[in-house]
């Protein structure tokens, strides 16, 4: 039996039993190893996507204004269905927000092997998005206030990935130059190692001079190395 890697999840590797991604159909190649597999968080979707306390403090802030430019001026049984409405609106927006949230958790899985990273993503139609590493130019980790974060790639000049077909796991304003984003990572640090030696030891192994490591700046805010969208 083959000894494990120090980068590779417990249970990843059984021998030569064919090894797969979690939603992808075709096992790995003999000689690609997975070293990591994960979903985002659909709290942190919420939070930090869709941007869920903007949208509820907005809805509380317009329908406290109303509120207090309405009460008194016209009859309580009016006042009441019109607040009732105004509620309704809110509590259906917020509810989408957090229905699409956890449609994007569940149908996500983000996959790094020894040759490349893995977005089984789409939630009405699953595909699979592979970037090589040696098409990717660097990557950048953002962390947020909570101890969340994500990591953007930046793809080599030539290489296009459709922003419909990425989104949301892209950055927001990068429409002509994609950039694939692993979001809603609880534990980004730790993913943002593995990604790194994984595409330094790509690199040396394919004998490029150029190894690509993971940029981030200690002590820095998030917006200094990736800005969060």
């Not at 809110?90 to 996959?111: D, H, K, P, Q």
């Not at 098409?135 to 000049?157: E, W």
């Not at 690509?212 to 700046?217: F, M």
Request: hydrophobic share 50%; proline share 7%; charged share 15%.
């Amino acid at each position: 039996m083959s000894t494990s890697s120090p980068l590779e999840t417990p249970g990843h590797v059984a021998g030569d039993a064919p090894v797969f991604i979690r939603g992808v159909s075709h096992p790995l190649p003999p000689d690609e190893r997975l070293l990591w597999e994960g979903a985002p968080k659909a709290g942190l979707i919420a939070r930090h996507v869709f941007h869920r306390w903007l949208v509820v403090g907005y809805f509380a802030i317009v329908t406290g204004w109303w509120v207090s430019q309405t009460y008194g001026t016209v009859e309580s049984d009016a006042f009441l269905p019109m607040l009732g409405m105004r509620l309704l609106l809110a509590a259906i927006v917020i509810g989408t927000v957090e229905f699409l949230a956890r449609t994007i958790a569940s149908t996500t899985v983000y996959a790094i092997t020894s040759k490349r990273l893995v977005l089984k993503i789409g939630m009405v139609l699953p595909m699979s998005i592979n970037v090589p590493f040696r098409i990717v130019q660097n990557a950048g980790v953002g962390k947020f206030r909570d101890g969340s974060g994500q990591i953007a790639l930046s793809l080599i000049k030539g290489q296009r990935l459709a922003y419909i077909a990425l989104w949301p796991h892209c950055k927001v304003f990068s429409i002509n130059h994609p950039q694939p984003v692993l979001r809603g990572l609880q534990d980004v640090d730790r993913v943002s190692a593995i990604l790194r030696d994984a595409i330094v030891a790509e690199a040396a192994a394919s004998g490029s001079a150029d190894a690509i490591v993971t940029e981030r700046a200690a002590g820095a805010p998030a917006s200094a190395v990736l800005q969060p969208t």
